[in-house]
């Protein structure tokens, strides 16, 4: 990602960058620790192992990034870095689902709109589901990997408010 902001800049002229970093994974269904087997995973694993796994990958990926984009826009003159926390945003929406998700069933952080489980390594033995209407405002997850429609309204509006040159608390200007 960061070598994309240096080529963008250099080659194709850009100047103005909002970058995100990566969400809690270990809260999406594959990566948790409550994990049941999906079409994206059928063999046997150790779900927790998974998940710690995931959350550390995470948090030292979004760690590295930050710093590298830091040192990166030093040595970009004239460029506009932001760092969209996305990590955050999504914490805050697991933690506080009520700020945010707005659908017409109780808040849903743990399951999604589309589940589909299947018996491991049983590519036939699926079986999907899927809320329809305005119920699925109030999932913070679509399938077991991907946010929701609601989730990505939420991130939209707050990029958004950087583009107008407002404030978002989940954005931190480097350069």
């Given at each position: 990602m960061v070598n994309w902001?240096?080529?963008l800049y250099d080659k194709g002229g850009a100047r103005?960058?909002?970058v995100?970093?990566?969400?809690?994974?270990?809260?999406?269904i594959l990566y948790s620790a409550n994990s049941y087997y999906t079409w994206f995973w059928l063999k046997e694993r150790?779900?927790?192992?998974?998940s710690v796994q995931m959350t550390e990958m995470v948090e030292a990926g979004n760690a590295l990034t930050k710093l590298m984009l830091k040192d990166l826009a030093s040595t970009l003159p004239g460029a506009h870095i932001a760092y969209f926390d996305s990590h955050s945003l999504f914490q805050d929406i697991y933690d506080h689902p009520g700020l945010y998700l707005n659908g017409t069933v109780p808040?849903?952080?743990t399951g999604c709109i589309r589940p589909c489980v299947f018996k491991q390594n049983d590519p036939k033995s699926g079986f999907c589901s899927i809320v329809n209407g305005p119920a699925r405002d109030s999932y913070l997850w679509y399938d077991e990997l991907h946010p929701s429609e609601q989730a990505n309204r939420i991130?939209?509006?707050e990029i958004a408010q950087v583009f107008q040159g407002k404030q978002s608390q989940w954005t931190t200007w480097l350069s």
């Open positions: 902001v240096k080529m103005n960058f909002i995100q970093n990566m969400i809690p994974l270990q809260h999406v150790n779900s927790t192992a998974w808040y849903n952080v991130v939209a509006r």
